[in-house]
């Protein structure tokens, strides 16, 4: 990759991280023609085009295409800078969730209610696509590595007791198996049996009832949610836990989910010794887009000698 195009695509990348799902168009068009030195960007999405500059000197062209289909143009002057490839390939994605957005605006406004749903679904199959990569990889996170820090703290608790050596390496041996079955689920997409079938409450009391240093409160848990949000509050409480135990050994925790006028609410706090919160963390930031893609929110309030609590609330 040429210099220049390297330099057009770490700018467009580095866009895209802030904007997330929602970019625009406008600033887009700015940033490539600005980062190529160029005299004028035209990004095309749909109907609409999108001019940054007056573009002076012939024009370069390329096809923006993403699933094998075009979705929009970009234009740069003048000819001289070169062919943008490669950043045409980093717009497939965002600028097919433009064109889709802009398209199912129009249709809602049109009241066409059948090609709106048309077009919702296949706006939801562009983004489930990185969704399901995300969610992966972040099941594997907070699920599987659940087993395994416990599975770390009962060796440890093992090496300063052999007496009951025979009696703890029985339960290692069913830590093991239950974190291989872990991952072997989350690896093929499947939920946890208690979750899918009896819900939040069921799953929670499962996974964390027989860890002694932990507390349930789920008694004003009495409905169900949407299967997504159960899965969502479900991770986000057991890495919660997960984040105690590696940093707050010892202390004591309390999970509490419950029915709240609103929506789902839920908490995970211990009394152990806190920390600053800092701006960005990717164990915090991963806590807070997983509740985000469900429409919830979180808080993490801590400081050093005063615990941590993480609450979060799901709306109906």
Not at 192 to 208: H, N, Q, R, V, W
Request: proline share 5%.
């Amino acid at each position: 990759m040429r210099a220049l195009e390297k330099r057009v695509v770490d700018a467009v990348s580095a866009y895209l991280a802030d904007a997330g799902w929602a970019p625009d168009p406008r600033a887009l068009a700015w940033v490539i023609g600005t980062a190529a030195e160029a005299t004028g960007c035209v990004l095309t999405v749909g109907p609409e085009q999108y001019v940054w500059g007056r573009g002076d000197g012939p024009w370069v062209r390329h096809e923006i295409r993403y699933a094998g289909q075009q979705q929009g143009v970009i234009a740069v002057a003048p000819e001289s800078i070169g062919p943008l490839s490669e950043v045409a390939a980093v717009l497939g994605l965002p600028v097919t969730v433009l064109r889709l957005t802009a398209e199912t605006d129009r249709l809602r406004r049109g009241g066409d209610v059948a090609a709106r749903q048309l077009v919702d679904d296949r706006w939801r199959a562009v983004v489930e696509m990185e969704h399901e990569r995300r969610r992966l990889e972040r099941d594997l996170h907070d699920g599987a590595q659940h087993h395994l820090v416990a599975l770390s703290m009962s060796l440890a608790l093992l090496e300063h007791s052999l007496d009951k050596a025979p009696e703890r390496l029985a339960g290692l041996l069913d830590r093991l198996d239950t974190t291989e079955r872990v991952l072997v689920d989350t690896a093929a997409g499947v939920l946890p049996i208690a979750l899918a079938s009896d819900g939040l409450a069921a799953a929670l009391t499962e996974e964390l009832a027989g860890h002694d240093d932990v507390t349930l409160d789920i008694g004003g848990l009495r409905r169900r949610y949407p299967p997504v949000v159960e899965s969502a509050v479900y991770f986000v409480c057991l890495e919660a836990v997960n984040n105690a135990h590696k940093h707050a050994a010892g202390a004591r925790i309390v999970v509490t989910a419950r029915d709240g006028s609103h929506g789902l609410e839920f908490s995970v706090t211990d009394n152990g010794p806190g920390f600053t919160v800092p701006a960005t963390s990717s164990g915090l930031n991963n806590l807070t887009t997983r509740v985000a893609a469900v429409g919830g929110s979180i808080r993490v309030r801590s400081a050093p000698g005063k615990g941590t609590s993480v609450t979060g609330h799901v709306p109906h």
